[in-house]
Every structure is written in C-alpha cells, then in structure tokens.
C-alpha cells in the first residue's frame, strides 16, 4: 500500500523538532465510519487551530501521511510527542470485513515503523522502548491527555492485547497487505 501525500503538512506547519525513537504510537481515530482521506484532510485543514496531527493515518484501503516521518507530532500530548518517530491512527469501521482489513494494515506499518527506527515490537509493555497504545501512555504518565484509544474501539472488532501482541509480532502477508514505501 503507497502513502498518500495528498494532505501532508507543508514545510511550515507542524513541528520542525526531531523525536527521540522510543516509542511508535497506536491511535485509533473515534470518528465512526471516518476514512483516511477525510480525516487527514481535517488534520492538515484545521493544523493552525487545533494543533493536533499524527503522522500516519490507515483504514482498509489506504494510507494518508500527514506528519513527516522522524518528527514530533501533535497526537499524544506531552511529552509523548517527542518520544515517537512515528504515530498510527487507524479508522474504525463498524463494517468487520472494512475493519479487520484496516487493522491487518495498522499492525504492518507499525511493524514497518519500529523496525525503521530500531524500535522492539514490544506492546504496552514496561519497557523504556516499544510500541505504545495512547491509551498505555496516558496511564504511565507519558501524555496529559485523557485517551483510551486504540482500547475502546478494538475489543468490539475482536481484537484482544494478546492478538495484538501476537499480531505484531509476527505481521500478516498477502499482496492486498503488502507495505510500499
């Protein structure tokens, strides 16, 4: 799957500070039924006032890049933001066909991001280094904000921390899946 540019932040918006690759963040979006398109459209539309972005939006057909790669994005609070290379949001569909082909996606490019920045494909884990849930964050004192995601929304598509665990582990192939960089 090729990113697509469309809505990617310009030269002047969003942050210019390098992150630390400690951790790579997993949102999911809260936006019932919102696809990729239209949810980066609004972060690049809205950057001047809200402020908030991520680098990478999936659902089940594409992916939309918003942030640049390797610098800070405003999606986690602080300072989360400036331990993540990279953060995910995944659309949630109420469809399960749509929202299970989403998810395969999310979990390859969270792979693809961590192994990019040298990053354990560990899950909410204690470490000082992983892959991260909002939610995880916001428990450990990494955010100020007050986040679950992904947790709301992937227990309802059958998506427990162990499958997630596994999943990332191991990623998932096929050439509907396969990452394009």
Request: charged share 20%; aromatic share 12%; proline share 4%.
């Given at each position: 799957?090729?990113?697509?540019?469309?809505?990617?932040?310009?030269?002047?918006e969003?942050?210019?500070?390098?992150?630390?690759?400690?951790?790579i963040?997993?949102?999911?979006?809260?936006?019932p039924?919102?696809?990729?398109?239209?949810?980066?459209?609004?972060?690049?539309?809205?950057?001047?006032?809200?402020?908030?972005?991520?680098?990478?939006?999936?659902?089940?057909?594409?992916?939309?890049?918003?942030?640049?790669?390797?610098?800070?994005?405003?999606?986690?609070?602080?300072?989360?933001?400036?331990?993540?290379?990279?953060?995910?949001?995944?659309?949630?569909?109420?469809?399960?066909?749509?929202?299970?082909?989403?998810?395969?996606?999310?979990?390859?490019?969270?792979?693809?991001?961590?192994?990019?920045?040298?990053?354990?494909?560990?899950?909410?884990?204690?470490?000082?280094?992983?892959?991260?849930?909002?939610?995880?964050?916001?428990?450990?004192?990494?955010s100020?904000?007050?986040?679950?995601?992904?947790?709301?929304?992937?227990?309802?598509?059958?998506?427990?921390?162990?499958?997630?665990?596994?999943?990332?582990?191991?990623?998932?192939?096929?050439?509907?899946?396969?990452?394009?960089?």
């Amino acid at each position: 799957m090729k990113r697509n540019f469309k809505y990617a932040l310009s030269d002047n918006e969003g942050s210019s500070q390098l992150a630390t690759p400690r951790f790579i963040i997993a949102h999911s979006t809260a936006t019932p039924n919102g696809e990729a398109w239209a949810i980066s459209r609004n972060m690049k539309n809205s950057i001047n006032t809200s402020q908030t972005y991520v680098h990478l939006v999936i659902d089940d057909k594409s992916i939309y890049q918003v942030g640049e790669l390797g610098y800070v994005a405003w999606g986690a609070g602080s300072p989360a933001n400036s331990l993540a290379p990279v953060q995910i949001e995944l659309c949630e569909f109420s469809n399960h066909r749509k929202a299970m082909k989403a998810y395969k996606h999310y979990v390859n490019w969270l792979r693809w991001s961590a192994k990019k920045y040298g990053i354990p494909l560990t899950l909410d884990t204690n470490s000082y280094r992983g892959i991260k849930t909002h939610s995880w964050l916001v428990q450990h004192g990494y955010s100020n904000t007050d986040h679950v995601d992904p947790w709301q929304y992937l227990p309802k598509i059958g998506v427990s921390k162990a499958k997630f665990q596994k999943d990332l582990q191991k990623g998932f192939s096929g050439a509907n899946i396969a990452l394009t960089k």
